[in-house]
């Protein structure tokens, strides 16, 4: 079964979604989203999930959360206050209703995941609602205590979103996913949407908030400098498959995998006296619907083999708990991120 | 800025007002700017900053009459005329002749930024034709060209596809290619790679920096990214409620930044392998105040940690050294002498 220490363990989930074409909406092929990925989360930690668009990180964080229904694979959570552990894909009907209490979710865009004809008030109200949870004053101090943990007046709670600023709409999402007290927590890409000076503030809220109230994290994004700065371990995804997890450490500093390398020396660094050799990738992220044979980066990879275009490489441990899909993690010689001093940027 | 090339664009003290229904906007509110030749210039600037409409208003872009436009706008054509931009009536042959031929744009949606109903072939000779002497088959001829300049594979095959056809990467690489199409003097990007993933904003930027010294065009990088600013920038303008408040050389911005805004800029994001500074960022508080109410003096104050007394009164531009200037007080021979009066009246 499950570890102690982990709260989610995925093994080999699947979603393929069908793409249909033509007069008769005949099938004609298969989106392969998520196609075999195995993770864990540990209580407590964040994991970050990072990729290019297209590579079906939020599809993960949909499954997840049972948004959407797996085709394959276990998705096991150690529920609070259970011995055993329940297989999130296979619930259903009132056992789901049950577990979304202890699973949440925070949205990218806060000006399309907030209904414009509610107040705050009935926002955060409405899980009390559905849930059956709470009195009428329990569910108002909680409120109240919610609207000032995330940094926003009590007061304000009779307001309709349109009325909020985009960050401040962002901690409207936050204090709804946390109205429950979950367990686990999916962002999907929560501060992309946000402008440099809020994204900042909204980072350190969601720091602050699993500090003192002690969740986990699936932290998905494309900004893999918001992920090395959010997370204790990270996962990068690539068309539909995990091809390194690690810890930010062993990750940002020693990438075992050709296409880690390339994400990370193309983040531009803001520091004009290091200009990184930067790896341009040849082409864009392959489509889902037809990924390629073998290992579904050689089309791009400079180091790529005739092995590598007939054997998929699994994902195998190449320290511990650092895990690789390539055949040639232990051969090559990658490059990571240069940890500099602090001192450089803010001097 | 006197040691290099001749000034290309001389923007003297523009301001740019916006009627609305709920009053009067104030987005651009006295901009003093210069772009050298074969130099690039990067904005930085969070939204509402006035970047985006300082860009518009050096193309005439601004609808009229809800835009109130008044400064000089002076811009230096092949021919070595000087014309100003803002007396240029909107539709003339004038500023029909610079826009597109003498100054040319990419936005950051390549997606809407192009027109669905036309192949791109079409789009691209369409400028050639507009702004050059040629005949059909020669606007084609250069359209081939400039697709394969900017990477395009098989440019003749693809000349007949329609946006639609094209990931968002190589619809940026169209707009590249038409907007260089007539070889222009000054390349104005708004946010030329926001849209795309890491790996494909790597090859654009570096696409651009070949384009840029091949046709030695200057360019007007619009961004809020601070690490493609330093990959790419000679020049930097840090932009805050509709004024510059610091400019200077891309090396003085990242190692000085005195404005305290840029400052909260630098500190506000997570820099990519500055991990080991703890998990705190230090945000700049508050929010970017309403553009229809100008607060008296420094637009930053309510927002800044260093704020004085004096700092109610509005701060004139500083020439810390040459070619280097910084809006702030703080900075300021004169500052501290008035701040001395002034805590002496307050005691």
């Known amino acids: 079964m ?31 989203a998520v196609d075999g990925v195995s993770f864990t989360i540990r209580k407590g930690e964040t994991l970050g999930l990072v990729g290019e668009s297209g590579c079906g990180k939020t599809t ?18 150690a529920e609070d206050g259970k011995d055993n552990n329940v297989d999130l894909a296979k619930l259903n009907g009132q056992e789901l209703k049950n577990i979304r209490t202890q699973v949440q979710m925070i949205f990218q865009d806060p000006f399309s995941s907030l209904n414009p004809r509610m107040t705050v008030k009935e926002i955060l109200e409405e899980p009390f609602i559905i849930h059956n949870m709470g009195t009428r004053s329990e569910i108002n101090d909680r409120i109240a205590y919610l609207m000032r943990a995330v940094g926003l007046r009590p007061e304000f709670i009779s307001r309709y979103p349109h009325e909020f600023s985009g960050g401040q709409r962002q901690r409207i999402g936050i204090a709804r996913s946390l109205t429950l007290s979950p367990k686990l927590i999916i962002a999907d890409e929560p501060v992309s949407a946000l402008d440099v000076s809020i994204r900042g503030q909204v980072l350190n809220l969601m720091t602050i908030l699993q500090e003192s109230f002690g969740f986990t994290y699936l932290f998905i994004s494309h900004d893999l400098s918001v992920v090395e700065h959010i997370s204790e371990r990270v996962a990068v995804m690539y068309v539909g498959k995990i091809v390194e997890i690690g810890s930010v450490e062993q990750l940002y500093t020693s990438p075992k995998h050709p296409y880690t390398e390339a994400l990370l020396s193309a983040i531009p660094v803001a520091n004009p006296e290091i200009k990184p050799k930067r790896i341009i990738l040849k082409g864009s992220v392959l489509s889902a619907l037809n990924p390629p044979s073998g290992c579904r980066f050689h089309t791009r990879c400079d180091y790529a083999t005739e092995l590598c275009k007939v054997v998929e490489p699994l994902l195998e441990d190449v320290t511990t708990g650092h895990q690789v899909a390539c055949h040639f993690s232990g051969d090559l010689k990658l490059r990571g991120v240069e940890m500099f001093s602090v001192s450089a940027s803010t001097g | 800025m006197n040691n290099h090339s001749a000034k290309l664009v001389d923007i003297i003290d523009l301001k740019v007002s916006f009627n609305s229904l709920r009053g009067v906007v104030w987005a651009v509110n006295g901009v003093d700017m210069q772009i050298y030749k074969e130099r690039t210039l990067g904005v930085v600037g969070e939204s509402g900053c006035g970047k985006s409409v300082t860009a518009s208003a050096i193309l005439s872009l601004l609808p009229k009459p809800q835009a109130q436009v008044s400064g000089k706008i002076l811009f230096t054509d092949r021919k070595g005329i000087t014309k100003d931009i803002v007396t240029l009536p909107p539709r003339s042959n004038a500023i ?28 691209i000779s369409e400028a050639v034709l507009l702004h050059q002497q040629v005949s059909k088959s020669e606007a084609r001829m250069r359209t081939i060209e400039m697709l394969s300049k900017v990477g395009i594979p098989s440019p003749i095959k693809r000349l007949n596809e329609y946006p639609h056809q094209f990931s968002g990467g190589m619809r940026q690489r169209v707009m590249i290619a038409m907007a260089m199409s007539c070889n222009p003097s000054l390349l104005i990007a708004d946010e030329p790679t926001t849209a795309l993933d890491v790996t494909i904003q790597a090859q654009i930027l570096e696409l651009m920096d070949t384009i840029k010294d091949e046709y030695k065009t200057s360019i007007m990088l619009i961004t809020h990214d601070l690490g493609v600013i330093a990959a790419m920038a000679q020049d930097v303008a840090v932009m805050y409620l509709g004024k510059i408040v610091e400019y200077g050389n891309v090396k003085q911005i990242f190692k000085n930044h005195l404005h305290p805004y840029t400052e909260g800029l630098m500190r506000s994001i997570p820099i990519l392998g500055q991990r080991s500074s703890g998990r705190r960022l230090v945000p700049i508080k508050g929010m970017v105040p309403d553009a229809r109410i100008l607060p008296v003096g420094c637009g930053f104050a309510s927002r800044c940690p260093y704020r004085l007394p004096i700092c109610a009164k509005a701060p ?16 300021s021979k004169s500052h501290q002498k008035v701040e001395e009066k002034v805590e002496v009246i307050a005691v």
């Open chain 2, 316 to 331: 004139p531009m500083l020439e810390i050294e040459s070619g280097y200037h910084v809006r702030c007080w703080l900075h």
């Open chain 1, 60 to 77: 993960v964080g949909r499954l997840v959360s049972r948004l959407i229904d797996p085709d394959k694979g276990q998705m096991l959570f």
């Open chain 2, 96 to 123: 029909n002749t610079i826009r597109g031929s003498e100054i040319s744009m990419i936005f950051q949606e390549p997606m809407t930024s192009l027109n669905p109903v036309f192949s791109i072939g079409a789009q």
């Open chain 1, 2 to 32: 499950i570890g102690n220490d982990n709260i989610l363990e995925v093994k080999d989930l699947v979603k393929w979604f069908p793409k249909k074409a033509g007069l008769l909406r005949k099938n004609v092929g298969y989106v392969k």
